[in-house]
């Protein structure tokens, strides 16, 4: 019976993914924009739990950083850009480079470049901040080897689990390897021996190291992982943070090599690389909010499901 069931909503996704993807292709990216803020909006007016579940956690995040008005304005904005990334997601496996160079604009590629230069390979370090999902493919289709670390999947039904699954298939077609997370890390390894690009995902729930490190007002707890995956094997972290524009293009910024904690104590050094980074992510956070808002109502769900690493440790 789960079979027949599994077929029939493969088939209306199928039939529905053809249709949006012919008024993509009619409309352009720019209709995809308007269509995701027309549909955050609109849950933003109807769905008033959620948003007030929101608001309390941008809140907490924030203190007295912003004041009330302002918490109102990055819960709308919030809901805005959430639904706009949705909505980009379901044609993630459609993208192609004239697509991608039309909507993403790159920043610091000298930065990426040097690093390749050393031979070690390149830890992209990502989080779930603005549309996420796009600079992989952006930079497969500018030459660049690139591998991503995904972690595990937590559907919330069998629709959403099945639509994952088409979604996956559509991003094989895609420059850019996916790596199962876990314990198994040869692939890793190879493909950074290789001097290739690995994308992990800084704030992401798979890990074994934790490091509980300051937040804005709250206590996150964070992976040193990527940390001392370069200090293995000598690859450079590279930081990406990925900016939605007024006009709804993108800007990839591609900063610095991170600089690793010269402590003696391993322990220590993971920490500080870890609370270093938090830093210079809160730091984007501050400057675009309503890029990680939903995050924090995804976050709380998750916390309530009463997983063994939430994102945010009380004190």
Excluded at 32 to 43: A, C, H
Excluded at 97 to 121: M, Q, R, Y
Excluded at 216 to 233: D, N, Q, V, Y
């Amino acid at each position: 019976m789960k079979q027949i069931v599994n077929l029939f909503i493969d088939l209306i996704i199928q039939v529905g993914g053809m249709v949006v993807y012919i008024i993509f292709y009619l409309l352009g990216w720019r209709f995809i924009s308007i269509v995701g803020k027309l549909v955050g909006d609109v849950v933003y007016i109807l769905n008033s739990r959620k948003m007030e579940i929101l608001e309390e956690e941008l809140s907490l995040l924030f203190g007295n950083r912003f004041d009330e008005r302002r918490i109102k304005d990055i819960t709308k904005r919030s809901f805005e850009n959430y639904y706009k990334r949705q909505i980009e997601s379901v044609f993630f496996g459609s993208l192609n480079k004239h697509t991608l160079n039309k909507i993403i604009h790159v920043e610091g590629i000298e930065n990426l470049d040097s690093a390749i230069s050393k031979g070690k390979g390149v830890i992209l370090l990502l989080s779930h901040f603005g549309s996420f999902l796009l600079p992989l493919p952006s930079l497969g289709y500018m030459g660049y080897k690139v591998n991503q670390i995904t972690g595990r999947q937590i559907h919330s039904s069998l629709l959403a689990e099945r639509i994952w699954i088409w979604r996956k298939r559509k991003a094989e077609r895609l420059p850019v390897k996916f790596i199962q997370g876990g314990k198994f890390l040869r692939p890793v390894y190879k493909a950074l021996k290789n001097n290739e690009v690995v994308a992990i995902a800084f704030d992401g729930r798979d890990g074994s190291k934790w490091v509980a490190v300051d937040f804005f007002e709250r206590k996150a707890l964070l992976s040193s992982g990527p940390f001392e995956l370069a200090r293995k094997t000598g690859a450079t972290i590279i930081p990406a943070f990925i900016i939605r524009e007024k006009n709804d293009t993108h800007k990839l910024v591609l900063e610095s090599p991170f600089k690793l904690s010269e402590d003696r104590d391993i322990g220590k050094a993971l920490a500080n690389d870890t609370r270093n980074f938090a830093e210079l992510f809160a730091n984007y956070i501050v400057k675009y909010p309503c890029h990680f808002g939903m995050v924090l109502y995804k976050l709380k769900k998750i916390k309530a499901a009463a997983i063994d690493n939430p994102f945010f440790v009380e004190t």
